[in-house]
């Protein structure tokens, strides 16, 4: 049998070089579109993406923005370095979850501004928004704080400054609030309602409701009477369970 003829050093070097492409092909899923394993991954990465945006919504409502990637990925049921490949860091992952939310909370300030009347407007916003963020702690963070949010979340934050400007200024000038209400003050409100729901939520989690109510009489010009409170005040034994839950947590 006639012995087989070495190939020319330049089909080695090819065949090498394909050899190396269709490794790395398999290991970053950019293969052959026509091979029929392509789909599935697709799906897969798609799959666990929705995972991790719906494990993080999760941990980030409950825990806030000092969750890590490592508490997302073991509430997703999927290694931290998925969750790495879907997102670099937890910036982009913020902005991905919180992109939608911040543009709800910008689109309500904008139907807010733009009701007949000033006082109804300004209220409905502290209300709907103080709502929003009493059952989403990384939401409260994304609005009033600055620590995390870049790009797309950093600009619709920014836009929610002159539209809660607006709102105090049109109720000012209607004289429906009273007249040293700056729009500075909007922002240090609702982050004193939301610090009462996030420490009343296990005990009573309607109760900043009340406080609201309390908020919202307080800015109110002169006036002969008050608006009921429709949410009960907490009891002895509640509020004994607020302050002990109050403080520090432990390390």
Same mark, same amino acid.
């Given at each position: ?46 799959? *666990? ?63 807010? $501004? *733009? ?9 409905? $916003? &502290? ?34 400054? =002159? ?27 609702? $982050? ?13 989690p309607d109760v900043w409701r009340r406080t609201l109510g309390i908020v919202l009489d307080g ?13 009960? =005040? &907490? ?17």
């Amino acid at each position: 049998m006639p012995s087989a003829v070495p190939q020319p050093a330049e089909q080695l070097e090819q065949a090498a070089k394909q050899a190396n492409k269709a490794d790395q092909a398999s290991r970053t899923g950019q293969t052959d579109p026509s091979r029929a394993t392509v789909r599935p991954l697709r799906r897969d990465a798609e799959l *666990n993406r929705r995972k991790i945006l719906e494990a993080a919504g999760e941990v980030f409502a409950t825990h806030g923005l000092d969750a890590t990637l490592d508490d997302v990925a073991r509430h997703a049921g999927v290694g931290v370095g998925t969750v790495y490949r879907r997102f670099p860091d937890k910036e982009a992952l913020v902005e991905a979850l919180f992109e939608e939310r911040l543009a709800t909370l910008v689109a309500l300030a904008e139907d807010c $501004l *733009n009701a007949p009347d000033p006082w109804d407007g300004l209220a409905r $916003l &502290l209300e709907e928004a103080c709502s929003m963020q009493a059952t989403d702690r990384g939401l409260r963070d994304v609005v009033l704080g600055t620590a995390y949010g870049r790009d797309r979340v950093a600009r619709l934050r920014g836009a929610l400054a =002159p539209l809660a400007r607006g709102l105090v200024e049109r109720a000012t000038a209607a004289g429906r609030v009273r007249a040293d209400l700056n729009h500075t003050d909007i922002p240090t409100l609702m $982050l004193a309602i939301i610090s009462v729901a996030d420490y009343t939520k296990g005990v009573s989690p309607d109760v900043w409701r009340r406080t609201l109510g309390i908020v919202l009489d307080g800015l109110r010009p002169a006036r002969d009477t008050t608006a009921p409170l429709t949410v009960d =005040p &907490l009891g002895e034994d509640q509020l004994d369970d607020v302050m002990r839950a109050y403080g520090p947590s432990p390390r």
